[in-house]
């Protein structure tokens, strides 16, 4: 097992900015509701109050979730009503994107602009929030890169009803980006570390992979493949020696806690009897699912940040206590694997509530501790009109004439204002002119040149023989198979033959893994598919059998098809 990640303690006073007033962090996960209050101390950051509690069946229902937070506030006699609520979902995204090197003020329009079709919903009453990653004046396009997040107005207003229904003002809304860069500026998690760091939240319904390259958020990304995959994987019939053993969801999920990744190597058993091996061959698909995604986006970063590599990984989330997991990220990736606690960089591990918070609670509190701590306004998701007003001067006037010059001051004082503001107003409005204007130019500019290489182009290709169709045809094939291909079986071989008049014979070998009764039906539905396709024709079973097929398979088959 790897150590808990354990950095120097950082000056939290010194880094601490915004708002000094405490709030509540509410984070609301598939599986867990938590609710987290920090504070500020000479001695550094100690908890105040937290508590985790199981999340309410049935999706997101305001008066569900806000009877659950009552009782919650009630049974742990919290007092504070200010609260920052996390956002993550269909209708949160955050995206990284380039924009011309405009002022800041003018960024929120311009990410309206130019980027809406990055966004997965309209932008036109979305709310906004952006940070500036880096800035270049080097080259004659002077450019900025910027990570936004954009939530509808709907999921807004949806978290600002749940928590005035659960008798609290809403001072915040944080992307779960953002609510995570707050915890890791603020602990000061190796920002003189060369190379990057990935963060794997492994939840009970997504896993969030976010990466951290020196000391600030540069990518994030959320991938579907969770716990509950592992747990639905080994639901259903399993074999265990003669008999079977029919497991459910309840049953699923204890087996997978108890007994986490094991090997097919592993000879041990259950208590219920079932074979060790057998739960590796169930949760082996999800593990190759989810490594595929991993390593999608490590490709992902590479390729967008000029070949920037992973130096470490760290693991954090409720799925991060499952066993095995460390061993099975270090084996499959090449970097550094550990475990991030998120309460041990930064509260005192002296405080009496922090003796309170056990290990498996501090795992899930990554995303709440972001958004305990004080946020930048710029952060905030929340409409400006619902944000509370800040204490305004009040000025007790001792000398009246003082005050009544400055009544008559007043006027030429707010047209001198007007006039300032008219100018800076224009001003703003020919800046961006200007950045739109580079823009089409560059337009123009790359549409010329791409016409004279799509010249250059259509010229070469007048020279070059005709293709073979027969290309293009099996790439689709090919893309189409692996679209079909089922959960538990494994291609080992496609061999393709030109038949004359019946065009191209694609033949697929392969492995079925699980339980034998159920090889059959599969290969069935398989041919099924393919044969629904409008690409394949004549699919037939070759050959299926058991014989001389290599463990844990328990069949091999062939099938041949035309291809169309």
């Known amino acids: 097992m790897a150590k808990i990640l354990k950095m120097k303690k950082p000056d939290i006073l010194g880094k601490l900015t915004g708002p000094a007033k405490k709030h509540l962090a509410i984070d609301i996960g598939n599986h867990t509701l938590k609710i987290l209050e920090l504070r500020s101390t000479a001695r550094g950051i100690d908890i105040v109050y937290h508590a985790v509690a199981s999340t309410p069946p049935g999706g997101f229902q305001i008066s569900v979730l806000a009877a659950q937070l009552k009782e919650m506030i009630q049974e742990h006699r919290i007092k504070t009503k200010q609260a920052v609520i996390g956002l993550a979902g269909k209708g949160v995204a955050t995206r990284r994107l380039t924009l011309p090197n405009i002022p800041e003020e003018e960024i929120r329009e311009a990410i309206r602009w130019q980027a809406g ?20 004046d080097s080259s004659a396009q002077a450019k900025q890169e910027v990570l936004a997040a954009a939530a509808t107005r709907e999921t807004v207003m949806e978290h600002i009803a749940l928590l005035r229904e659960a008798d609290l003002e809403p001072v915040g809304l944080l992307a779960e980006p953002h609510a995570l860069e707050q915890f890791w500026r603020t602990a000061n998690l190796a920002e003189d570390e060369e190379g990057s760091i990935a963060v794997l939240d492994l939840g009970a319904r997504k896993t969030s992979i976010h990466i951290f390259q020196g000391g600030e958020l540069q990518f994030s990304r959320y991938v579907p493949t969770s716990g509950d995959a592992f747990t639905m994987a080994l639901t259903g019939m399993i ?20 007994h986490g990744i094991p090997s097919v190597e592993d000879r041990g058993k259950t208590g219920e009897g079932i074979p060790l091996s057998q739960l590796a061959v169930r949760i082996r698909p999800v593990l190759e699912k989810l490594e595929t995604e991993i390593s999608r986006s490590f490709d992902y970063y590479a390729f967008q940040f000029q070949g920037e590599t992973i130096t470490r990984l760290l693991l954090t989330g409720g799925g991060a206590q499952l066993k095995g997991i460390e061993a099975f990220f270090a084996d499959r990736f090449d ?37 305990a701590l004080p946020f930048k306004e710029r952060f905030n998701l929340l409409p400006v009109d619902l944000q509370p007003h800040r204490k305004r001067w009040s000025v007790r006037a001792p000398v009246a004439y003082g005050i009544l010059g400055l009544l008559l001051l007043l006027p030429l004082g707010q047209y001198a204002y007007q006039s300032q503001r008219s100018v800076s107003t224009l001003k703003r409005a020919v800046t961006l002119k200007k950045s739109k204007l580079e823009q089409y130019q560059y337009i123009f500019r790359e549409h010329a040149r791409l016409q004279a290489e799509n010249s250059q182009l259509d010229a070469r290709l007048a020279r070059l023989p005709n293709l073979d169709p027969r290309v293009p045809r099996m790439a689709a094939a090919l893309r189409l198979i692996s679209q079909k291909i089922p959960a538990d079986v494994a291609l080992t071989n496609i061999d393709v033959e030109q038949k004359e008049g019946e065009g191209l014979e694609v033949r697929l070998s392969g492995l079925i ?6 090889a059959f039906p599969i290969v069935t539905k398989f041919m099924e598919d393919l044969q629904k396709t409008p690409i394949f024709s004549n699919v037939q079973l070759g050959d299926a059998g058991d014989g001389h097929v290599p463990k844990p398979a328990v069949l091999n088959f062939e099938i041949g098809c035309v291809l169309r």
């Open 117 to 136: 079709e990055l966004f997965p919903f309209a932008l036109g009453d979305a709310m906004l929030a952006f940070q500036v990653l880096e800035r270049d």
């Open 239 to 258: 074999r265990a020696g003669e008999q079977e053993i029919e497991v459910n969801t309840a049953q699923a999920e204890k087996l997978k806690r108890e």
């Open 513 to 518: 893994y699980g339980r034998k009764e159920e």
């Open 335 to 371: 970097v550094r694997v550990g475990f991030l606690d998120p309460l041990a960089p930064i509260v005192i591990e002296d405080s009496p509530v922090f003796s309170e918070v056990d290990a498996a609670k501090r795992m899930v509190l990554t995303v709440a501790v972001g958004l």
